[in-house]
């Protein structure tokens, strides 16, 4: 999980993670789209059952997913643009959508 397990939803601790009692499915893949578009999916679902010490009343579920598509046509001369979208719903986050637009140039050398 790369963002801290922490929100005004959960009980606090003095614990930095509220969460160590967790069960997760994760689904990622990739693939190349038309020859040229890099694509790249990761799905994640968790039951969140909080720590021993602080078990939550009941289970929080979670929904994480991202997409990306990347591209660095021939024609743009190492200009490569690239795409993300995420998605969080559940009990533990509020439900989130989130984009990121990327635009990189790679110079080779004696060019």
Do not use: C
Not at 21 to 30: K, M, N, Q, S
Not at 59 to 76: D, G
């Amino acid at each position: 999980m790369h963002r801290e397990l922490a929100n005004e939803n959960l009980p606090h601790t003095e614990n930095y993670f509220p969460v160590n009692r967790v069960t997760g499915f994760h689904l990622a893949g990739d693939g190349l789209l038309l020859g040229k578009i890099i694509l790249q999916a990761r799905l994640t679902y968790t039951l969140n059952r909080g720590t021993y010490s602080f078990p939550f009343p009941t289970p929080a579920h979670q929904f994480s997913s991202l997409l990306l598509l990347k591209t660095s046509p021939n024609y743009l001369n190492g200009l490569s643009i690239a795409g993300k979208v995420a998605y969080d719903q559940g009990d533990l986050y509020r439900s989130r959508i989130g984009a990121f637009l990327s635009l990189s140039k790679t110079w080779k050398n004696g060019k």
